[in-house]
Structures are given as structure tokens and as C-alpha cells.
């Protein structure tokens, strides 16, 4: 009786947060919408060429990132569809249909193509021809991407248990709970893989940290941005994007916490400044680029932590997750544009419109090709011309 209370408790928590947050741009007393800012006139602006595209089926309600394996791109919709796409001409290898609402973006190794579902199935495919393999069942919703590595498919679910699955048989292999703050980002809290052995990742309550592929122990948490403020909504501090690796320099940043960087051996932060995202960082070797929660794209050393610069024009227009690529920074607005920065000066030297449904997630590249998924469905591959 009292567990099926704290859980209704906390769904209600959780609805609030989707409301009060900032990724809804709206409160929920109805006050008046935030202004996204109008576009300005580019001088001598680069011509960003649309390669090819596809239309996958829209992705309106949750985050469908791609994934990029070899020169084959993996996509999702919330329809179902799970496609496989040659990265360089853009033709549909094979595509298959669920048969329940997916809500994440695909994981895979090569070998299988991983996607979960909102009632908390996991579906495992044959990575070449798309056949299905298995199903699991994990009990509740998830909302962040599969990661297939080491043999294994792991789900993050939406009460916070990091669960492994054999990738071969679809049976658990063990399960790891985290405790959940009492409010928490309804949001994609993707992992990434270091080389088979962990899963670096980011945790509510302002931590990250890195979990053992083999067994799901942890290894080391790491406080970014402790929780600040008298309520609870005023302490929400969750690094719901996922934490990148440059060489050894790891970067990380929380809504309403702290941006940062350090050294993943040691499990310190060499600095971090006030900030507040949940779009997570890009890096260079010299910076590291991240977008706050008002939509200022802002540049740091990612050495000493300074600030280099930072580009404002963009304000409100829900810039999501950027991409370092060559001497650019590339990243989506809500309104589906593709925007070009440089990474010297943090100048707008070009933009697209991909769709007009917007653009959360991060692009992906291939061959320089920079490739984007739209709330549309739309996945577009560009290159400067």
C-alpha cells in the first residue's frame, strides 16, 4: 500500500517537472510563451547541401537519437519503425515495425539493433537483416537509448535500475537500482560505452559516474552540482545528458547545477562553473561547447575552465545537443533549423532548415557528412559545399 503510494507520488512529481520544465518552454499556469528569438541575415553565409534524407515517421513525444556503426546508420520512430541506412547514399537497407510504441532511439554493436518501448519491452534485432531475436520485458517505461556492448544490451529505466540482457539469449544478466531524487528530468539519460568494459553515464541529483559492464557495480560517482534551494523544484540538479570523453578528459554539465571538467582516471574535476543545461557538452581539443537552458551557445577552455566566448542570438529557440565537428559546432533549434557555428569566434557562418518540427538531439557524422533527426521524422544528411 505505502509503495503503490510513493509511486503514484512520484509519477505526479514527475508530470510537474514536464511541466515546469524549461524543454516545455511553457509553465503550466498558462503564463505567456517565451519569445524565440528571430532569426538574423548571415554575411557571406556557407552553403550547407542536403546529401539525401528519409522519412522515418515522427518522433513527436520522446528523444530518437540515430547511432552510427560502421558506414550504417540505425533510426526509430515512435511509431515503431526501426530502419537501417547506408550513411553515405542514404538508401533504406531494411526496415521493420515493433509492435508497440517505441520510445528511444536504437542501440547497437554491429550485431544487434536494440530499441525500448513505453511499456517497458526491449526489442533485440539481427543488426544485418533486421529479423527480431528476442523480447524482454523490464516492467516500466524507458526512455533512454539502449547500450549494446560486451554481450550485452543495458536499459536504463524510468525508475532509475540499469538492467543487462544477454545479447544473444534475452535473459538478465544482472540489475543495478539507483536511488532516484524526489523530482527528476522526464528526459533521455544516455550512456555511452568505454572500450566493452563500462558505462560512463550521468545521474539525477547533479552526479555521474561509471557502472562495470561485467557485473553493474559501480565504480566511481562524482558529485558536479549539489543540490541548491529550499524547494524541491529549486534542487533539481540531474545530468540527464550524457557526460562526453576526450582522451581522458571528461565533461559534464547539469540543469540548474554546473558545467565542468576533469580527468576520468582520477574521477576529479580539474574546474567547473555555475551553468545550467540539459543538452549536454561537445568538445574539441582545446574547448568544450555547451548550450544553457536559455539557449546561449557558450565556449570554454576546456583546460582552465575560462570563457571564450559566448553567442546569444539564439535565445529561447531550444538549441539542443551540439556537435564539435572539424572547426564547426553544429546544432538543431525548435523550429527545425540546422544551425553552423565556428569554433574559434562562436559565429553563425550558416544554416538549413531541415524541417519545420524541430531538432532535439545531437547530430551524428559520417564521412563528413553531418547527420540530423528531426521531431518530424526526418533524417537528412548535409555537407558544406
Not at 539564439?314 to 551540439?322: F, H, I, K, T
Request: include cysteine; proline fraction near 3%; charge should be positive.
Amino acid at each position: 500500500m505505502m509503495q503503490s503510494q510513493l509511486l503514484k507520488t512520484r509519477k505526479g512529481l514527475l508530470l510537474i517537472i514536464a511541466c515546469i520544465s524549461l524543454i516545455a518552454l511553457q509553465a503550466c499556469s498558462g503564463s505567456k510563451r517565451r519569445s524565440a528569438a528571430d532569426l538574423t541575415a548571415i554575411t557571406n553565409p556557407m552553403n550547407i547541401e542536403r546529401v539525401w534524407s528519409v522519412s522515418l515517421g515522427k518522433a513527436l513525444s520522446y528523444s530518437f537519437k540515430p547511432i552510427l556503426i560502421g558506414n550504417e546508420v540505425y533510426a526509430s520512430s515512435e511509431s515503431g519503425e526501426v530502419y537501417k541506412i547506408n550513411a553515405t547514399t542514404g538508401k533504406v537497407i531494411w526496415n521493420v515495425v515493433m509492435p508497440k510504441t517505441v520510445s528511444t532511439g536504437p542501440g547497437s554493436d554491429g550485431s544487434i539493433v536494440a530499441v525500448g518501448s513505453i511499456k517497458g519491452e526491449v526489442y533485440a534485432l539481427d543488426a544485418q537483416t533486421g529479423a527480431k531475436k528476442w523480447e524482454s520485458s523490464v516492467g516500466t517505461e524507458i526512455l533512454t537509448e539502449p547500450l549494446v556492448a560486451a554481450g550485452l544490451v543495458v536499459v536504463r529505466t524510468i525508475d532509475n535500475r540499469f538492467i543487462a540482457i544477454d545479447a544473444q539469449t534475452g535473459k538478465r544478466r544482472w540489475v543495478t537500482p539507483k536511488t532516484p531524487s524526489l523530482l527528476s528530468l522526464r528526459t533521455s539519460y544516455s550512456m555511452a560505452a568505454i572500450n566493452n568494459e563500462v558505462i560512463f553515464t550521468g545521474f539525477s541529483s547533479g552526479q555521474f559516474g561509471l557502472i562495470n559492464l561485467v557485473n553493474g557495480s559501480t565504480i566511481w560517482e562524482s558529485l558536479l552540482a549539489p543540490p541548491k534551494g529550499t524547494s524541491e523544484i529549486e534542487r533539481l540538479s540531474d545530468i540527464a545528458a550524457k557526460p562526453t570523453l576526450l582522451g581522458t578528459r571528461m565533461c559534464a554539465v547539469s540543469y540548474q547545477g554546473k558545467v565542468g571538467c576533469g580527468d576520468i582516471k582520477t574521477a576529479k574535476m580539474s574546474w567547473t562553473k555555475d551553468f545550467s543545461s540539459f543538452s549536454g557538452t561537445t568538445q574539441s581539443p582545446e574547448a568544450v561547447y555547451v548550450v544553457n537552458d536559455k539557449s546561449y551557445l557558450v565556449a570554454f577552455d576546456a583546460s582552465r575552465g575560462e570563457e571564450l566566448w559566448r553567442n546569444e542570438k539564439l535565445v529561447w529557440r531550444d538549441v539542443g545537443e551540439p556537435l564539435a565537428f572539424g572547426k564547426h559546432i553544429w546544432a538543431g533549434d525548435s523550429q527545425g533549423y540546422l544551425h553552423l557555428f565556428s569554433q574559434e569566434k562562436g559565429d553563425e557562418l550558416g544554416r538549413v532548415r531541415v524541417d519545420s518540427s524541430g531538432i532535439s538531439v545531437g547530430p551524428i557524422v559520417s564521412q563528413g557528412l553531418v547527420i540530423v533527426q528531426t521531431k518530424g521524422g526526418t533524417l537528412a544528411a548535409y555537407r558544406i559545399q
